[in-house]
């Protein structure tokens, strides 16, 4: 079964948008992803990486310093 | 009436426009790094728009000055003194490669560490020493013999400065032309280019932002040389740079009692600030420290390829790309093309886990774009936080079989 988590807390730009793309690449349309990360930035960059890759952020959130998101790969 | 002292006012402007630059870097994302890797793993072109109306801007302020007699460009470190093009070149590379290893470049990296990044703070700690070894320290002797075997000669010597105005008028056109014609060849070439694209005009945030930090290159051209003029200490006319200015700013925080402040050290200290009021006032300051020793090793490395690559290169994203392509001078865009090359170089290394890997998907060759990443760069499962990573960093084999590049 693919792998649907990701952990980059602790990484910063370029490596959880690298990461995250190669989770993509491993898994079929329609699956939730989740990835959790620590890099300010990611917010931009997920989002830019959802418009990119078609896919929807479903949600995310942050907490004490970590972001969360739920990512729908599209087609 | 009391005298006002020249490098005060200096320095009480260049740290006013460091604030400025500190907060817009933070607030837009301004970031040369950041505009390599939005390409390539994004293909997203935006952030290299930003960048590049920054450059066309400050162009045209700068030769404006110049032109109008405010500034004597040929002063400056870019045009007054002998250039090297291996300087350009191998310190270009080695910045290009040390930023994205060190999560940004030089102006980043303070940004960085005005948002909370403890991680960047050792990198200022770093670089700014191997700036200092590279400038006037152990690796000078290296670097003046490396500049010594490749020096950037223009026309046997014949013209008045090492910039593209100056071998146009020996060519034959005159000053008005041979500055006047690349100024609006390249800054409306580039404006055109970056205002054509409707995703860029929608940015608000990259429009501003290029637009705004382009601003502060004449401005800093202005602080430094008129603000600046002193008679009996003539000092050479500069804009923002971080290289060697990093470095400088330790030297001066160890030597406060008998150091003057210098525009650079400002301005350092300005974007430090600026960053840091944007991210409070935003609620974006985050304390981030190193995931795990991989993450260690990265950024002292690339802290250390920094600080040497960009004295090397006389400049770095900003001190050359920006300041130094603003005075037209020859090294600058041989610098610039070298750091976009080791940046894009050392993030297909980040992706594929390797210099060669790099180089072949670069080519065309081996896995290409949608290689794994792999090596040290594999994420640590709990990163970050303060139990050891599960797979204990670049020392453990990572998950998809990858080896440590």
Known sequence: MSETKLDVTGLNCPLPILHARKLLQGVSAGTVVDIRASDPASVKDFNAFCRKTNSDLLEHTEERGIFTFSIRKGK | ?405
């Not at chain 2, 191998?90 to 290009?96: S, V």
């Not at chain 2, 014609?181 to 940015?203: N, Q, T």
């Not at chain 2, 008998?258 to 985050?286: I, N, Q, Y």
């Not at chain 2, 990573?389 to 079989?401: F, L």
Request: charged content about 10%; aromatic content about 6%; glycine content about 18%.
């Open chain 2, 1 to 405: 009436m009391a005298d006002i002292d020249p490098a005060g006012l200096v320095a009480a402007a260049s740290f006013t426009l460091g604030l400025v630059f500190g907060a817009t870097s933070w607030i837009s994302g301004f970031c040369a790094m950041g505009a390599l890797s939005d390409i390539l793993f994004l293909d997203d072109w935006r952030r290299l728009r930003s960048w590049l109306l920054a450059t066309a801007v400050a162009l045209i302020g700068t030769q404006g000055l110049d032109a109008a007699g405010l500034v004597d460009l040929g002063r400056s470190v870019y045009l007054g003194g002998p250039l090297s093009w291996g300087g350009a070149i191998l310190g270009g590379l080695m910045f290009g490669v040390g930023m994205t290893l060190a999560g940004g470049c030089g102006a980043k990296t303070v940004v960085r560490l005005g948002g909370g990044n403890l991680k960047s703070l050792v990198v200022l700690l770093v670089s700014g020493l191997f700036a200092m070894m590279t400038l006037k320290g152990l690796l000078a002797p290296l670097r003046q013999a490396w500049e010594r075997l490749t020096p950037l000669g223009v026309m046997g010597g014949s013209v008045a400065a090492p910039s593209l105005p100056a071998v146009l008028e020996e060519i034959g056109p005159p000053e008005v032309a041979a500055r006047g014609f690349p100024v609006a060849l390249i800054a409306g070439g580039l404006v055109w280019w970056c205002l054509k694209d409707a995703a860029f005009r929608r940015s608000a945030g990259y429009l501003f932002g290029g637009l705004i930090i382009g601003l502060l290159i004449p401005a800093g051209w202005t602080a430094s040389a008129i603000l600046g003029a002193d008679p009996f200490d003539p000092v050479p006319p500069t804009s923002f740079s971080f290289a060697a200015p990093i470095g400088g700013a330790l030297i001066y925080l160890m030597t406060f009692t008998g150091a003057s402040l210098s525009f650079g050290v400002a301005a350092v200290a300005g974007t430090l600030a600026g960053a840091f009021a944007a991210a409070a006032l935003r609620r974006e300051v985050r304390i981030e420290g190193f995931a795990d020793t991989g993450d260690l090793r990265r950024h002292l490395a690339g802290a250390a390829l920094m600080g040497t690559g960009g004295v090397l290169a006389l400049g770095c994203t900003v001190g050359q790309g920006l300041t130094g392509l603003s005075t037209l001078s020859l090294s600058a865009p041989l610098a610039l093309a070298a750091i976009a090359a080791g940046g894009v170089l050392g993030l297909k290394r980040l992706e594929t886990g390797g210099f060669v890997a790099a180089i072949n998907s670069l080519a065309g060759r081996g896995e290409g774009r949608s290689g794994g990443v792999g090596g040290c760069e594999a994420p640590p499962r709990n990163a970050g936080c303060e139990a050891p990573p599960r797979n204990g960093g670049c020392e453990a084999p990572p998950r998809n079989g990858g080896c440590c590049g």
